[in-house]
């Protein structure tokens, strides 16, 4: 078996995983609402790009994207803008890494900036929780639903937990190679296309105000972040090494 078959069938075998791992291995919260759905959907896609270049790593986000919905069932709710977002979750690491490398020590200061953020957003939607609760959801299958105290809080402290996470995972991991590009890689695609452009595509289908959908995402963004940073740099690390032994 060539070379180039073996990543044709191991890019497929990826593309399966995350049509898995978007249709049927996310949760939404608060259930049958599109505002938070927790996942790891774009994992295999950034992990293709990476291996093999953004051209390849963009045709595997269409390929997904669209397939997903077929057998997920959710032509009815087809938009471009998702489509969009597995394009651009499949091209950007790929392009970033070939294109724009940058010290490791830049990218980990970048890091430590973009955490100190979510941690001090974090904190202040704690400080205030009403921010979340006040507001008032419709849901796609109809009615409305409020967030309740107890949740909001739940939610707000395992985002802070996942902040505190992510930092340390930043600070004291030991020096890999790209492990700092690749955690920026992951915290910046998913604050574009989670925070900002997601809630833009979801007011247009169902209707959600776009600012009323911000909190809620913040408060998603760390706990993505720092699954989509552990398992993608562990398996990069993992792929290229099993490479070079060949």
Known sequence: ???????????????????VLSQFLSI???????????????????????LYGPMIG?????????????????????????????????????????YFPLKDKTYKIINILTASILLIAGI??????????????????????????????????????????????????????????IIFFVTSLLLLTSVILTPIWVSQLFGHPYLIQLPMRIIKLPLESILYSILLVRLYTLVKRLESTR
Not at 33 to 47: D, K, N, S, V
Not at 69 to 86: E, K
């Open 58 to 98: 963009l045709a595997s986000g269409i390929i997904q994207d669209i397939l997903g919905l077929t057998i997920g069932g959710g032509l009815a709710y087809f938009h471009f803008g998702f489509l969009l977002n597995s394009m651009l979750i499949g091209f950007m690491p790929g392009f970033l890494l070939k």
């Open 124 to 181: 202040v939607l704690l400080i205030d929780i009403s921010i979340i609760t006040d507001v008032t959801l419709r849901l796609e299958v109809g009615g409305t639903i409020q967030l309740g105290k107890t949740m909001a809080y739940i939610l707000v402290s395992s985002s802070l937990f996942a902040v505190v996470l992510l930092l340390v995972f930043v600070i004291f991991r030991k020096p890999i190679e790209n492990s700092q590009q």
């Open 28 to 50: 939404s919260i608060p259930p049958q609402t599109t505002i938070i759905r927790i996942g790891i959907g774009y994992l295999p896609l950034m992990l293709i790009s990476l």
């Open 1 to 19: 078996m060539n070379n180039r078959t073996q990543k044709l069938i191991f890019t497929g075998l990826l593309i399966t995983i995350g049509i």
